[in-house]
């Protein structure tokens, strides 16, 4: 199973940027998230979402600013960013568990699948 994380890029305060992960696997059940990480800083969950769409988490950083959204026909998962703050510049990673991970959304074990990071940069 690959993913192929794309769509980051530098973007000044208060923009948006749509990041995809497409990924070569095909799954009954699965948990799609994403993670970044900033320089020098641990790798942090940003957002997480169930295969069939109706669960979704969201760090309390990102809340009300990111949205996760999924495309199960073509195995996508979306991460659409808006009102982006410096604070917000990392290396973006997907991540795919092949099951739902219940409570463990957060921790960056449950997930067996990572793409390669994308870079986000906010900054005027």
């Known amino acids: 199973v690959q993913l192929q994380a794309s769509g980051g890029g530098l973007v000044q305060p208060g923009g948006s940027l749509r990041l995809s992960c497409a990924t070569s696997g095909q799954f009954s059940s699965w948990t799609m998230a994403w993670f970044r990480q900033a320089p020098g800083k641990e790798r942090d969950f940003v957002a997480a979402?169930?295969?069939?769409?109706?669960?979704?988490y969201y760090a309390e950083s990102v809340k009300g600013r990111f949205t996760i959204s999924r495309d199960n026909d073509k195995n996508t998962a979306d991460l659409h960013m808006s009102m982006l703050k410096p604070e917000d510049t990392a290396v973006y990673f997907c991540?795919?568990?092949?099951?739902?991970?219940?409570?463990?959304?957060?921790?960056?074990?449950?997930?067996?699948?990572w793409g390669q990071g994308t870079q986000v940069t906010v900054s005027s």
């Open positions: 991540a795919v568990a092949p099951t739902w991970v219940g409570n463990d959304y957060t921790q960056s074990t449950p997930y067996r699948y």
């Open positions: 979402i169930k295969w069939n769409g109706d669960t979704k």
